[in-house]
């Protein structure tokens, strides 16, 4: 008997999937549901073998409504999961923009997030989380190995998780609009995850050991002004403008929507608040480029 969807032919209409995968806890529910939020249409736990014909449907089906979708395939796929390279394959031949997201984190912090919210590992229901853990990573081994982006949510809120969802794949962007963010944080506090160009620059006098200066952030005019006044700041301003007038361009011709470029000092409140500001201003309306400033660190003390 012939199958009805034998009968339907190769699709006319391409989308862009994010195939989310990854560890128990490592955070796939909240980055899924980051993606819903940015306009993706979401299915979890789809057999992926089912994936092309999904993909056949929804083309000749709701092409105009489901433009973008998010795909959750983890270990409860089971025996599917040796399936998965040629599916995703298929899917890539089709000419479907497809991007595998591997959600990783230790297993010192998995342990915590499982004790803390005082569930059970689904792959080890009678056993210890460790021994789920160590069962789930031998499984995901393939899947891991055919990401193109692995995300480590050891040291990330779920604040920041979203953050650096909404980030990469959030929002359909303006034409060919490339959304750059500014980013400045403390490296005592660690580098922001969601972080494409780091630039450190604790080389840069320090306004925190002038008298006067050390209470008032970097957004302070009297500190701003003390920080961009030094001559290494001028020169690093002007070199840190030019390699990114140059690559800004590069980004927005690869299909990149969204950068971010994080810059950090020892604490996060003075140097690289100034410095983001200022490139901030003389990056604005500038290279097709949509500037946002942002202060990670700047009320800690």
Known sequence: ?????????????????????????????????????????????????????????????????VQRLAIVVDAREGRFLEQTPGALDEVRREGHQLEVVFFDCSDEALMRRFSETRRRHPLSPDGSVADGIAAERQMLATLRGLADQIIDTTRMNVHELRDAITGKFGG???????????????????????????????????PYFVEGLKPFPGTDPKVSSWVLERTQTQEFLARLESLLTFLLPQYRAEGKSYLTVSIGCTGGRHRSVALAEELGRRLSGKHRAQVKVTHRDVLKV
């Open 172 to 206: 359909a962007g303006t034409g060919d609009t490339l959304n750059v963010t500014l980013l400045s944080f403390g490296f005592r506090n660690g580098i922001p995850p969601a972080s494409d160009l780091v630039f450190d620059v604790r080389f840069l006098p320090n």
């Open 1 to 65: 008997m012939e199958h009805p969807l034998e009968n339907i032919p190769p699709p006319h209409n391409t989308h862009r999937i994010v195939l989310v995968t990854g560890l128990s806890g490592s955070g796939k529910s909240t980055a899924t549901k980051a993606l819903e939020d940015a306009g993706y249409f979401c299915i979890d736990n789809l057999p992926v073998v089912l994936l092309p014909k999904l993909l056949e449907l929804v083309s000749h089906g709701a092409s105009d409504e």
